[in-house]
């Protein structure tokens, strides 16, 4: 089969969950021999090479609310003169211009990751365009899959029509030693963590307030770009003294960082299947996420704590709490990781995305 992947900016991945599941699925599915083209954007790829896809770059216009939907159009019309069997949207801002291919009798696969239209980045504008193309890729799509149970049947129920579930998933890793992160004055068991991007849903700015709560010599370290948005430099400008700033970090780096954590936080308000989480449990590291139905990965991971809707104080108590026991920790942390590993490899959910891509097929027959 040959496959063209529209809607991410492109492999390999250096940020964005979109991009790291089409850089894993691309790999998995050529290693069933399928070809896989994926369809990127210059700036993002750069001279960059991937040996699992191959990888399309076309134009676009580099501003904040053109850039996906002018490289997507391009893309989507660079598709129609490629020898494909299906098309693989991803996400609903690409999804408006599902219909074009489709037109052409292509059959496409639609993809959610995430209810993007509520996050709180976006204009009334931008929103606007996001649930259209979610209502275009849902009406166009002979397919589509969301990768959490709740965001799949809140679609299905919405638009009176099936949506697959086909979760995230995690490489099988170990348990790295500090050694890199010593340069910043980390060391096993010294800082709590949070990864991710630095937007309002992620709820950075209460994890800094809960911060101020706790009484510890550890540190709070934070992953992710906090120069690349007006949230992110406030977050910045207010942390305390106690709070370290690393900017993005990948490979091995990150897997130190997970890995000698002695919490790692998550208090996002929105997702759609955290990948932090699924890295942080494989790495061992015990985690506290917020109670939303999209961190609950399928009610399998037992060794996760949750807290719920109490605030800034609740979440504080809940770090205290956790701190404060390193038994709990370790138990829950190696109670997770076997359970991530096991439920969530990219091996069975490349074999369940080839059976919705089959599906598709047979619908565009």
């Not at 790692?264 to 790495?283: D, I, K, T």
Request: hydrophobic fraction near 45%; charged fraction near 25%.
């Amino acid at each position: 089969m040959r496959i063209a992947m529209i809607g991410s900016r492109g492999v390999p991945a250096r940020s964005g969950g979109v991009e790291r599941v089409v850089e894993e699925l691309a790999r998995e599915l050529s290693a069933l021999s399928h070809e896989v083209l994926v369809y990127g954007r210059r700036e993002y790829v750069g001279n960059r090479h991937c040996d699992t896809a191959k990888v399309i770059l076309t134009g676009g216009l580099r501003t904040k609310h053109l850039d996906t939907f002018t490289h997507t159009a391009t893309a989507a019309m660079d598709v129609l003169r490629r020898k494909v069997d299906l098309v693989h949207v991803h996400s609903p801002g690409p999804a408006l211009w599902s219909w074009l291919p489709a037109l052409a009798g292509l059959p496409v696969v639609f993809t959610v990751h995430a209810p993007d239209w509520q996050r709180q980045k976006w204009s009334p504008i931008a929103r606007a365009a996001l649930l259209a193309g979610l209502r275009c890729g849902m009406s166009t799509a002979k397919a589509v899959t969301a990768v959490s149970k709740g965001l799949a049947e809140e679609l299905t129920a919405r638009f009176a029509r099936e949506v697959h579930y086909v979760p995230n998933a995690v490489r099988p890793v170990e348990p790295l030693p500090a050694e890199r992160i010593r340069r910043w004055g980390l060391a096993k068991d010294n800082y709590v963590l949070y990864v991710g991007r630095i937007e309002p849903e992620k709820r950075l700015d209460m994890l800094l307030a809960a911060w101020e709560q706790v009484d510890t010599a550890r540190r709070l370290v934070v992953v992710g770009d906090f120069e690349e948005r007006p949230y992110g430099r406030l977050c910045h400008r207010r942390a305390g003294d106690g709070v370290l700033f690393v900017g993005p970090q990948y490979g091995d780096v990150l897997g130190e960082l997970y890995s000698n954590a002695a919490l790692l936080v998550q208090p996002s308000a929105l997702e759609g299947m955290s990948l932090v989480l699924l890295e942080a449990a494989a790495y061992e590291c015990c985690v506290l996420a917020a109670n939303i139905p999209a961190n609950r990965l399928n009610r399998c991971c037992g060794g996760f704590v949750y807290f719920n809707g109490g605030g800034i104080g609740e979440l504080a108590e809940e770090i205290r709490r956790l701190l404060g026991d390193e038994e709990l920790r370790r138990a829950l942390a190696s109670d997770a990781r076997p359970r991530v590993l096991s439920e969530f490899s990219w091996s069975k959910t490349a074999r369940r995305m080839l059976e919705v891509y089959n599906i598709a097929l047979q619908e565009g027959r």
